[in-house]
């Protein structure tokens, strides 16, 4: 007996041997590219998974499971660093590994998350080391100006994504890349719209597109929450939307929004003014944009949350009032 379990645990030395070898011979062996080079960007904030996936979708040929093995078996696990990235053929895991490790960037990154105002916007970006701060001393309405656009809010008009740029760059170029990206991807969906929508210019489509963003609980629901809000702009309702209450109360917002809140009249006060707010309330993505120009075919005038972060949905107001008394009151 005592026999057959030293040669059982040879047997799994060997089988463990074998498997460090060939781990070792994957990490120093050159990975394919989809090209050469290959630029990846690892956005900021990315857990060691992430930064495996990202760089196998930037079209690295890696495992990201066996990188991600890896970096912790290297103790690099916790020190990745955001940017952007230029492989080139020969690279292998255990290199690619070092240089994200090490912050060899080409270029830098900031990324502007959907749903953010624009003064978050605007903190991203002043907070960036690498950046040349030239819009740090003006205002909002200066920095509209000097990019060349023409509207005087810039609210909503930064598309939310990850930016790439040189060291010392001028943020003011980071900028007008982000507003010329917001107007393509506005005129595409104006120009991909469903007919007789309530809206008169793509900025309006904008505002509501900002409006689903800011309400929606779940991905999928989009075009139902946009089709409720387009079919009360229909019929000259209210909206109702809190967060257009809590965007006209600015910082005087404490997180608590209360019955005279939404009876403070403001030009943000949907419970006290019809139709769309003046601007849009925050920076909506590629989905929102598509839900306020292509909504769902649905007659629903109402939604009230059902506390797992989807919507109930009613066409009718004794309908809601069940719905509301359901999963808001508990009856």
Same mark, same amino acid.
């Given at each position: 007996?005592?026999? #057959?379990? #030293? &040669?059982?645990?040879?047997?799994?030395?060997?089988?463990?041997?074998?498997?460090?070898?060939?781990?070792?011979?994957?990490?120093?062996?050159?990975?394919?590219?989809?090209?050469?080079?290959?630029?990846?960007?690892?956005?900021?904030?990315?857990?060691?998974? &992430? !930064?495996?996936?990202?760089?196998?979708?930037?079209?690295?040929?890696?495992?990201?499971?066996?990188?991600?093995?890896? =970096?912790?078996?290297?103790?690099?696990? =916790?020190?990745?660093?955001?940017?952007?990235?230029?492989?080139? =053929?020969?690279?292998?895991?255990?290199? $690619?590994?070092? @240089?994200?490790?090490?912050?060899?960037?080409?270029?830098?990154?900031?990324? !502007?998350?959907?749903?953010?105002?624009?003064?978050?916007?605007?903190?991203?970006?002043?907070?960036?080391?690498?950046?040349?701060?030239?819009?740090?001393?003006?205002?909002?309405?200066?920095?509209?100006?000097? $990019?060349?656009?023409?509207?005087?809010?810039?609210?909503?008009?930064?598309?939310?994504?990850?930016?790439?740029?040189?060291?010392?760059?001028?943020? #003011?170029?980071?900028?007008?890349?982000?507003?010329?990206?917001?107007?393509?991807?506005?005129?595409?969906?104006?120009?991909?719209? &469903?007919?007789? #929508?309530?809206?008169?210019?793509?900025?309006?489509?904008?505002?509501?597109?900002? $409006?689903?963003?800011?309400?929606?609980?779940?991905?999928?629901?989009?075009?139902? $929450?946009?089709?409720?809000?387009?079919?009360?702009?229909? @019929?000259?309702?209210?909206?109702?939307?809190?967060?257009?209450?809590?965007?006209?109360?600015?910082?005087?917002?404490?997180?608590?929004?209360?019955?005279?809140?939404?009876?403070?009249?403001?030009?943000?006060?949907?419970?006290?003014?019809?139709g769309l707010p003046p601007t849009p309330i925050a920076l909506p993505g590629l989905a929102s944009l598509a839900a306020a120009t292509t909504p769902a075919p649905s007659d629903a005038l109402y939604f009230v949350a059902r506390g797992d972060g989807s919507s109930h949905f009613s066409n009718s107001l004794p309908e809601h009032n069940r719905a509301v008394d359901k999963y808001q009151r508990? @009856?």
């Amino acid at each position: 007996m005592k026999r #057959l379990f #030293l &040669s059982l645990g040879l047997a799994v030395l060997v089988l463990a041997l074998a498997a460090a070898g060939g781990f070792a011979w994957w990490a120093n062996h050159p990975v394919s590219l989809s090209k050469s080079p290959v630029e990846v960007v690892i956005k900021p904030n990315s857990g060691v998974a &992430s !930064v495996g996936r990202q760089i196998q979708r930037g079209g690295v040929g890696m495992d990201p499971r066996l990188f991600v093995l890896l =970096a912790r078996l290297t103790g690099h696990g =916790a020190a990745l660093k955001a940017g952007g990235y230029e492989f080139e =053929a020969g690279a292998t895991p255990l290199s $690619i590994l070092g @240089k994200v490790a090490r912050g060899e960037v080409t270029h830098y990154v900031v990324t !502007v998350i959907e749903g953010w105002e624009f003064r978050k916007m605007r903190a991203a970006v002043d907070a960036s080391p690498a950046l040349r701060h030239d819009t740090r001393d003006m205002t909002d309405a200066e920095l509209m100006k000097a $990019i060349g656009a023409a509207e005087p809010s810039p609210e909503g008009l930064f598309f939310p994504d990850t930016y790439l740029f040189a060291r010392g760059s001028s943020d #003011l170029e980071l900028y007008k890349h982000a507003y010329r990206a917001m107007q393509r991807r506005l005129n595409e969906a104006w120009n991909a719209r &469903s007919p007789d #929508l309530p809206y008169k210019t793509p900025y309006e489509a904008l505002v509501m597109a900002s $409006i689903v963003e800011k309400e929606t609980g779940q991905a999928a629901e989009r075009p139902m $929450i946009a089709a409720v809000f387009i079919n009360r702009l229909r @019929k000259n309702m209210l909206l109702q939307t809190d967060p257009t209450v809590i965007y006209g109360l600015g910082e005087a917002f404490d997180g608590d929004l209360r019955k005279r809140d939404l009876q403070a009249d403001t030009p943000y006060n949907t419970y006290t003014r019809t139709g769309l707010p003046p601007t849009p309330i925050a920076l909506p993505g590629l989905a929102s944009l598509a839900a306020a120009t292509t909504p769902a075919p649905s007659d629903a005038l109402y939604f009230v949350a059902r506390g797992d972060g989807s919507s109930h949905f009613s066409n009718s107001l004794p309908e809601h009032n069940r719905a509301v008394d359901k999963y808001q009151r508990g @009856k």
